[in-house]
């Protein structure tokens, strides 16, 4: 019994302080870590991609797909429906347009003009883009439909955001 | 474009086209605890129509500030109206909507200086539900050809 180690009160005092004083630090940097690599932690808004449509029922004619997505606009935080033409190309490839006219934003439609049924037709001003959302020269827009980032997951399309071009 | 200080700056700069004017026509009466409720619905009902209408054409269509009125006094009111009309004519418009609910617009029609939208409301339900979407979506259909219809 006695051959135990015997622990002195300064022993137990110094043990005691340097764990009560340990916590107390760690209480104290913990936040502040925590601060200074939040940057890191946030998920990006950049990489939010939005399931919009199953693959199999896009097709070689663009198709009009709507999904939701939660926006934080300043004051207000809404539930915004967008839109996107979606259409395969000949090789295959998956592409996503904006239906947003680049000359003052009206909403463009795929071939609803019965002159240009190839093409997306602006009510608005008869802006016309060619199947590949490039504009057509000669008519008001002056930029091509921006794209819209995409992946395809388990046999869904995902959108996330939309670049200029 | 709506009547917001982003949208108007660039109203004023790209002005020419711009030719169509929508003014949302709201009733309400503050006295009449049976319809208050009815009103509220139909004012949520009016802006979310006008300004998803206003999305589909935004570079063409400008969406005038809400008209409110106390119900009733349709004869004065359509004069205030024509001066509202008459004032945005000089900007030029040339096509000026008002939509509304208020079925009682209907007797006045041929007096007002633009085109009378009325559509039937809807009993007041959830906004969000999914019946009031596609309703009001399937309006929004409808009142855009209607208004490309005067375009041509």
Redesign the interface.
């Given at each position: 019994m006695s051959d135990k180690q015997r622990v002195s009160r300064r022993q137990f005092l110094n043990y005691t302080l340097t764990g009560v004083g340990g916590f107390m630090a760690a209480g104290m940097l913990a936040p502040m870590v925590r601060f200074a690599i939040d940057p890191v932690l946030k998920p990006s808004a950049a990489g939010d991609f939005q399931s919009v449509a199953s693959v199999d029922e896009i097709t070689n004619e663009p198709q009009r797909f709507e999904w939701i997505v939660d926006q934080v606009d300043g004051w207000y935080e809404s539930e915004v429906q967008k839109t996107a033409w979606v259409y395969r190309t000949e090789d295959d490839e998956i592409v996503a347009l904006s239906p947003i006219?680049t000359?003052?934003?009206?909403?463009v439609d795929w071939a609803s003009n019965e002159e240009y049924p190839d093409q997306f037709y602006?009510?608005?001003?008869a802006g016309r883009y060619t199947k590949d959302g490039v504009n057509v020269p000669g008519t008001?827009p002056t930029a091509p439909l921006p794209v819209f980032d995409h992946k395809v997951e388990e046999g869904m399309l995902y959108l996330g955001q939309e670049q200029d071009r | 474009m709506q009547w917001t200080k982003e949208d108007i700056e660039?109203y004023a700069a790209?002005k020419k086209?711009?030719d169509t004017l929508i003014i949302p026509l709201i009733p309400f009466n503050p006295e009449a605890d049976h319809t208050l409720v009815k009103e509220a619905f139909q004012r949520e009902l009016n802006q979310l129509t006008t300004q998803l209408l206003e999305?589909?054409?935004?570079?063409?269509v400008l969406l005038a500030p809400d008209y409110n009125y106390i119900t009733g006094q349709y004869e004065h009111e359509t004069q205030r109206i024509n001066e509202w009309i008459e004032k945005f004519k000089k900007q030029p418009f040339e096509h000026v909507f008002l939509f509304t609910f208020d079925t009682k617009w209907k007797r006045w029609e041929q007096n007002l200086n633009g085109n009378l939208l009325w559509i039937p409301s809807l009993n007041e339900r959830n906004l969000q539900s999914s019946e009031t979407r596609s309703y009001v979506k399937e309006q929004i259909h409808q009142i855009s050809e209607l208004i490309?219809a005067y375009?041509d």
């Open positions: 006219c000359h003052l934003g009206c909403t602006c009510p608005c001003h008001p | 660039l790209e086209y711009v999305k589909e054409y935004r570079g063409r490309r375009w």
